[in-house]
């Protein structure tokens, strides 16, 4: 792999341009906006006061949304799921699994993977 490539993937890695790319993508599908650049704007102004601390971070999904998903993966109804699901279900939501430290045997609950 030539040096510019690598250094340009590990610009993508560290500013994490995927994931965020993944998260606009899937925000412009669930909403429709009829102005969908206006709408990324307003979004991306959004993240950035969310960074700063100066306002609300976008989600996709709100909390029901978010019980509704781990129901599904919890499909016994135990109050929890294992590692490997969280993870999945993370990479699904466009999210990074890079920095999780879980034990194999180590149970999710509810009140985790809602964090």
């Known amino acids: 792999m030539a040096a510019g490539e690598e250094q340009s993937r590990e610009y993508l890695r560290r500013h994490r341009l995927p994931e965020l790319l993944?998260?606009?993508?899937?925000?412009?599908?669930f909403h429709r906006p009829e102005?969908?650049?206006?709408?990324?704007?307003?979004?991306l102004e959004k993240v950035k006061a969310g960074r700063r601390?100066?306002?609300?971070?976008?989600?996709?999904?709100?909390?029901?949304?978010?019980?509704?998903?781990?129901?599904?993966?919890?499909?016994?109804?135990?109050?929890?799921?294992?590692p490997a699901q969280y993870r999945e279900a993370l990479k699904t939501l466009g999210l990074s699994t890079e920095d999780l430290e879980l034990e194999d045997d180590e149970n999710i609950t509810l009140d985790v993977f809602k964090e």
């Open 35 to 43: 102005r969908p650049r206006e709408f990324l704007i307003q979004v």
């Open 22 to 29: 993944h998260r606009l993508g899937a925000l412009l599908l």
């Open 53 to 82: 601390a100066e306002g609300e971070y976008p989600f996709l999904m709100d909390e029901a949304n978010v019980d509704a998903m781990f129901s599904l993966l919890d499909v016994l109804g135990q109050g929890y799921i294992r």
